[in-house]
């Protein structure tokens, strides 16, 4: 049940050039990381031993990780190579091993604000990455510190995860009348099975024509409201046979104009974050591409003003 996408870690799916990209730059990151470490417990290590310790643990590491012997080997020289260097100019007196705080301050605090400068402003991103959901987001943490250090503008986002009950679980029997706990109708529990918080806000949705088969008949939303009352309008749209309903549109060309069955499923959920809401449902759109999307919501690379109303 459990696939590996080619070429890529255990537990990052990724869409494909994006992905070879990633993990290519990913391999060479970890490298890096793994030498700078290294190098630093050369630099703070007391004792044969411990070191010794401290670099089998680095070595480890990188064995979890799938890289070969070679590759190892090449990462440890590297870092000794690199602090044989340094041992060589404490010698001679041009950089001290362990520089006092006051070394070189200036050139320090310059290439602080350089870091500051090329750090992103909140909401300016230029790319989603989107990778598979793992304990304690740590993968997604891990991607995100990189590209911060990187000053790269990839927002990286956490899918929420097809959990292994919804995939052996088809009906439950515990389906919910289409009521929600006030009593009132609930689109969303009507027209839905199994698990979903219908009144979950600031989320990305996606609803799927049932009578269609494969990728047709998608749609892709955002919405600060609930799913619940976004729904809703979407249903009553529908239901008047609006022009502006997208999924009335699709029922007049693909199903001769009959009302078929929708499913909606929630995708991600972002509180408080109004920007990351927006960018990632551009983000799913470009990924995906949903049929019943518009032209303009295709385009959208970056957050822009929405007005309230439905498409
Ligand atoms: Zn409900
Ligand atoms: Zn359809």
């Known amino acids: 049940m459990l696939r590996q996408t080619e070429g890529a870690a255990t537990g990052v799916v990724l869409a494909g050039d994006l992905a070879s990209l990633f993990m290519v730059w ?6 890096r990381i793994m030498e700078r470490e290294m190098v630093e417990l ?15 643990y680095y ?35 041009t950089v001290p091993l362990y520089r006092p705080k006051e070394w070189k301050r200036e050139m320090k605090d310059e290439e602080k604000k350089q870091q500051k400068m090329n750090w992103f402003r909140k909401g300016d991103y230029e790319s989603v990455l989107f990778i ?3 304990p304690n987001s740590e993968l997604a943490r891990k991607c995100r510190k990189i590209y911060k250090e990187c000053g790269l503008k990839v927002k990286v986002v956490e899918k929420t995860g ?18 929600s706990g006030m009593g009132e109708e609930c689109k969303v529990c ?39 009352e976004r729904y809703k309008q979407h249903k009553e749209k529908l239901k008047t046979r609006s022009k502006d309903s997208v999924f009335w549109k699709h029922m007049k060309e693909h199903h001769g104009g009959k009302l078929t069955n929708l499913d909606v499923k929630i995708i991600g959920s ?7 809401r927006q960018v990632s449902e551009a983000g799913y759109i470009r990924e995906t591409i949903p049929d019943l999307n518009t032209k303009e919501e295709y385009r959208a690379n970056t957050p822009r003003p929405r007005n309230i109303s439905i498409q």
């Open 132 to 134: 598979d959901a793992t």
């Open 162 to 179: 097809t959990s292994v009950k919804t995939m052996l679980v088809k009906s439950n029997p515990f389906k919910r009348q289409g009521k």
């Open 190 to 228: 009507e027209d839905t099975e199994g698990e979903l918080d219908c009144k979950k806000r600031e989320v990305v949705y996606e609803i799927k024509c049932r009578d269609c088969d494969g990728a047709r008949g998608r749609y892709i939303g955002e919405s600060a409201n609930s799913l619940q």
């Open 42 to 56: 050369l630099l703070f290590t007391r004792g044969e031993r411990e070191l010794r310790e401290h670099v089998q």
């Open 270 to 276: 972002y509180p408080f974050d109004a920007t990351l």
């Open 59 to 93: 070595i480890h590491r990188m064995q979890y990780s799938g890289y070969s012997v070679t590759e190892r080997e090449e990462v440890y020289a590297r870092a000794k190579k690199k602090f044989d260097e340094m041992l060589r100019k404490d010698r001679e007196g």
């Open 26 to 31: 990913w391999q060479t990151e970890f490298k």
